[in-house]
């Protein structure tokens, strides 16, 4: 059985950084995409990040390009999110998630597993 578990949230001030975790069991690495979203109150489920574990291809959304980064630790079976500058815009849950398929998406209804959710909140 996959299991995701998020952790790292919290609350940040503007402009500052936050690194969320996601520690991944049960999963082939080499087959799975391992990606990251994000839900704020009373919006859609929004792709932030994802990773191909085959060839460890990255994609942004166009609303965190240049201040994300995934990367992942297959010795650790982790998948980290950095981001930088936050804004309040970016106070959401944010979430990690699996597909068995080394095509990358950032549609959440691509995805079979899906973690906890952990709270960011980016105060102005």
């Known amino acids: 059985e996959v299991q995701l578990v998020e952790s790292g949230g919290g609350l940040v001030q503007a402009g500052g950084s936050l690194r969320l975790s996601c520690a991944v069991s049960?999963?082939?690495?080499?087959?799975?995409?391992i990606a990251w979203f994000r839900q704020a109150p009373g919006k859609e489920r929004e792709g932030v990040t994802c990773?191909?574990?085959?060839?460890?291809?990255?994609w942004y959304a166009d609303s965190v390009k240049g201040r994300a980064t995934i990367a992942s630790d297959n010795a650790k079976s982790t998948v980290t999110l950095q981001m930088s500058s936050l804004k309040p815009e970016d106070t959401a849950v944010y979430y990690c998630?699996?597909?068995?398929?080394?095509?990358?998406?950032?549609?959440?209804?691509?995805?079979?597993?899906w973690g906890q959710g952990t709270q960011v909140t980016v105060s102005s």
């Open positions: 998630a699996g597909r068995e398929n080394v095509f990358a998406t950032l549609r959440w209804t691509d995805y079979d597993y």
């Open positions: 049960g999963a082939r690495f080499d087959d799975y995409t």
């Open positions: 990773i191909s574990y085959d060839d460890e291809g990255t």
